[in-house]
Structure formats: structure tokens, C-alpha cells
């Protein structure tokens, strides 16, 4: 039989562990299926995998959460991005605001739109973009921050997407390292772009590239790269409401073949954004819906399904579902 001193020193330790918890800025929440972030609004979903654990940058959507007009800002209210991680897909961790988009001064726009991060020669580059004003790169010792705009400036511009004429075509940065260490930008919106990096992450090598997606499945924006079985996939929204299409090439310049739509436009958004990933011996796809209460184009939330391959490569359709991914070891 428990005591009452027992039970005292209970208390105390669960109340230690909490404080311990909240003064760290970390919250641990368990997903319940999809959307996984059900107390803010969270979209364009980037991930890197870091041995057994997985790491999600993600847009941060405020409207719901603010008296805001409308009309403004053409209805995105984003001003931070947001970091979480996972070693399981359902146990969560959400680490402190790593990066807003005050840290980049020249950002008139105030409007922190996609972005990736990935890691090279010990740092962590964190590739972010800002509707017209651009895309900016932040540099950071730790995955958690604290990050700093690298350069002081936009490191690429709508001047960098020479077939644009519109004003927000320089968006959704999306960085991908090759086999043998080049790594390599993608972006855009209306067209796709492509470029090399040097090794510094911060310039580009060589010329920007456009890379030109067939009309059947036209290109709107949020391209994905990566390599499955010695093959580059560009996955990408495609139209307006979006869906998710994909395109294979052999060169990672192209040509691209387009394969199909994966995903069809999501639950009450009419954007949706992805992510591909090898986590853990499995594949998934991360995207984002606006099935939460009081959800929206305008306050999204982030979904994960599994992604199969046919024996060809080509992806199988994937059904959005509210049970989401289940859990694999
Ligand atoms: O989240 C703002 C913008 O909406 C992103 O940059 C696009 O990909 C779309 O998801």
C-alpha cells in the first residue's frame, strides 16, 4: 500500500518533471492520425532524417488565431516557421520558434512562406521564402537554432526566374543533395527553376536552369526533389485548386517526365504542398489539408501518409486519410 509520503514525493516529481518540461520551451504531444498538429496551424511541410530521428520544418498559418483583415496580405498571415521531431511518427516534439521572418530584415513582404533546411559540412542551412520579396538562407550550429540570415540579403529574387513575369514566381525553395555530395536548388511558382549550389550553400554554381514540365500535369508550384533507385523525382502542386504530380528523369537537369498525380487536392485547401521521405525502412509523404476546425486555405494542417512504389518506379495514387501513417519500426 502506498503511503501518504509516498504519494507526496509522486506529486512532486511529476510537478518537477512538467516544470522541467515548459522551462525547456519543449511541448510533447501524441499525434492521433492526420492532421498530427492539432493545436496550431501548420503547413508546407519540409522533413530531414537524422538517424532514428525524424525532423519536420513547417509553415506557420495565424489567421485563424488573429483578428486580422481578410484581405490583407492576400490572406496568409505567416510571420515564423516551426520545428518538430519524431522517432516514431506519433510521439512528437515541438521545440521553441527557431526562425521568423523578422530574422531577415529585407523582408517587407512579412510573410514567411515555404522552406527547407538540410545539413552540409556540420551546419544547418535552412532555405526559406517570402512571397515577393525573394528567397533567404539561414545558417544555424544546431538543428534548433538559433538561426541567422546568412547573407543579409535575398540569396535569389523574381531577377533569378528569368520566364516570370509575376511577382511572388520566386517562392518554395527546395534543396536536395546528390550521391556524390553536389547539392543542388529548386524553386518557383508558375515555372520550375533548378541551379547548383557551391559548397558554401549560400551562392549558386552555375546558371539557373528551367525545368519544363509537360502540360498534362502543369507546374504551379512547391517542388520536392529526391532519388529513389538511381532516379531523380520532382514532385510538385500542379493547377489551381492544387493536386500533387510527379515527373521522373535520369538527369537531375531533366528532362522530366510527367508520371501522374499522387495526391488530389486536400480537404478544404485549395494549396497543398509535399514532402517524400525514407524514414526508418519506409516511405511517406508529408502534405497539408485545412481539415481542423476552424481550418482553411488560410490555416492549414499538416498530414502524413505512406508512399509505395510499383516494381517501375512510378508512385502509387495516395488516398488522403484522416488514420494517417501507422506506426512502423
Ligand atoms: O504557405 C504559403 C504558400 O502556399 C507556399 O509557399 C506555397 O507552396 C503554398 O503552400
Same mark, same amino acid.
Given at each position: 500500500?502506498?503511503?501518504?509520503?509516498?504519494?507526496?514525493?509522486?506529486?512532486?516529481?511529476?510537478?518537477?518533471?512538467? !516544470?522541467?518540461?515548459?522551462?525547456?520551451?519543449?511541448?510533447?504531444?501524441? #499525434?492521433?492520425?492526420?492532421?498530427?498538429?492539432?493545436?496550431?496551424?501548420?503547413?508546407?511541410?519540409?522533413?530531414?532524417?537524422?538517424?532514428?530521428t525524424?525532423w519536420?520544418? !513547417?509553415?506557420?498559418?495565424? %489567421? #485563424?488565431? %488573429?483578428? /486580422?483583415?481578410?484581405?490583407?496580405?492576400?490572406? @496568409?498571415?505567416?510571420?515564423?516557421?516551426?520545428?518538430f521531431s519524431t522517432?516514431?511518427?506519433?510521439?512528437?516534439t515541438?521545440?521553441?520558434?527557431?526562425?521568423? +521572418?523578422?530574422?531577415?530584415?529585407?523582408?517587407?513582404?512579412?510573410?514567411?512562406?515555404?522552406?527547407?533546411?538540410? %545539413?552540409?559540412?556540420?551546419?544547418?542551412?535552412?532555405?526559406?521564402? &517570402?512571397?515577393?520579396?525573394?528567397?533567404?538562407?539561414?545558417?544555424?550550429?544546431?538543428?534548433? *537554432?538559433?538561426?541567422?540570415?546568412?547573407?543579409?540579403?535575398?540569396?535569389?529574387?523574381?531577377?533569378?526566374?528569368?520566364?516570370?513575369?509575376? #511577382?511572388?514566381?520566386?517562392?518554395?525553395?527546395?534543396?536536395?543533395?546528390?550521391?556524390?555530395? !553536389?547539392?543542388?536548388? /529548386?524553386?518557383?511558382?508558375?515555372?520550375?527553376?533548378?541551379?547548383?549550389?557551391?559548397?558554401?550553400? /549560400?551562392?549558386?554554381?552555375?546558371? /539557373?536552369?528551367?525545368?519544363? +514540365? !509537360?502540360?498534362?500535369?502543369?507546374? &504551379?508550384?512547391?517542388?520536392?526533389?529526391?532519388?529513389?533507385?538511381?532516379? @531523380?523525382?520532382?514532385?510538385?502542386?500542379?493547377?489551381?485548386?492544387?493536386? +500533387?504530380?510527379?515527373?521522373?528523369?535520369?538527369?537531375?537537369?531533366?528532362?522530366?517526365?510527367?508520371?501522374?498525380?499522387?495526391?488530389?487536392?486536400?480537404?478544404?485547401?485549395? &494549396? &497543398?504542398?509535399?514532402?517524400?521521405?525514407?524514414?526508418?525502412?519506409?516511405?511517406?509523404?508529408?502534405?497539408?489539408? *485545412?481539415?481542423?476546425?476552424? *481550418?482553411?486555405?488560410?490555416?492549414?494542417?499538416? +498530414?502524413?501518409?505512406?508512399? @509505395?512504389?510499383?516494381?517501375?518506379?512510378?508512385?502509387?495514387?495516395?488516398? #488522403?486519410?484522416?488514420?494517417?501513417?501507422?506506426?512502423?519500426?
Amino acid at each position: 500500500m502506498m503511503n501518504r509520503l509516498t504519494l507526496v514525493l509522486m506529486f512532486l516529481a511529476v510537478a518537477i518533471t512538467s !516544470t522541467a518540461q515548459s522551462s525547456s520551451g519543449l511541448r510533447h504531444f501524441e #499525434a492521433k492520425g492526420n492532421p498530427v498538429i492539432t493545436d496550431i496551424f501548420t503547413a508546407d511541410p519540409a522533413v530531414l532524417v537524422e538517424g532514428d530521428t525524424l525532423w519536420m520544418f !513547417t509553415s506557420h498559418d495565424m %489567421k #485563424a488565431t %488573429k483578428d /486580422v483583415d481578410p484581405n490583407k496580405n492576400g490572406g @496568409y498571415e505567416m510571420e515564423d516557421w516551426q520545428l518538430f521531431s519524431t522517432t516514431d511518427l506519433r510521439h512528437w516534439t515541438q521545440y521553441p520558434c527557431p526562425l521568423r +521572418i523578422t530574422d531577415f530584415a529585407w523582408a517587407d513582404s512579412h510573410q514567411a512562406f515555404a522552406g527547407q533546411a538540410i %545539413k552540409r559540412n556540420g551546419k544547418y542551412y535552412w532555405y526559406i521564402s &517570402t512571397n515577393w520579396c525573394g528567397i533567404g538562407v539561414a545558417v544555424s550550429d544546431k538543428i534548433t *537554432g538559433p538561426y541567422k540570415d546568412a547573407l543579409g540579403r535575398p540569396m535569389l529574387t523574381v531577377k533569378d526566374c528569368p520566364d516570370s513575369k509575376h #511577382a511572388w514566381a520566386c517562392i518554395d525553395p527546395s534543396v536536395f543533395i546528390d550521391d556524390d555530395g !553536389t547539392p543542388y536548388l /529548386v524553386w518557383g511558382n508558375g515555372e520550375c527553376y533548378m541551379a547548383r549550389l557551391k559548397d558554401s550553400m /549560400v551562392e549558386l554554381d552555375g546558371p /539557373v536552369q528551367r525545368i519544363d +514540365i !509537360t502540360e498534362d500535369h502543369p507546374f &504551379t508550384e512547391a517542388s520536392w526533389l529526391h532519388k529513389y533507385e538511381g532516379r @531523380y523525382y520532382l514532385t510538385y502542386a500542379s493547377e489551381f485548386p492544387e493536386k +500533387i504530380a510527379y515527373a521522373i528523369a535520369d538527369d537531375i537537369f531533366g528532362p522530366y517526365e510527367t508520371k501522374g498525380v499522387i495526391s488530389d487536392t486536400p480537404e478544404n485547401s485549395f &494549396t &497543398t504542398h509535399p514532402a517524400i521521405a525514407e524514414f526508418k525502412g519506409h516511405w511517406y509523404f508529408f502534405s497539408h489539408n *485545412g481539415a481542423l476546425p476552424d *481550418g482553411g486555405s488560410y490555416s492549414r494542417s499538416v +498530414i502524413i501518409e505512406p508512399l @509505395y512504389y510499383n516494381p517501375d518506379g512510378t508512385i502509387q495514387f495516395i488516398p #488522403a486519410t484522416r488514420e494517417g501513417v501507422s506506426v512502423k519500426e
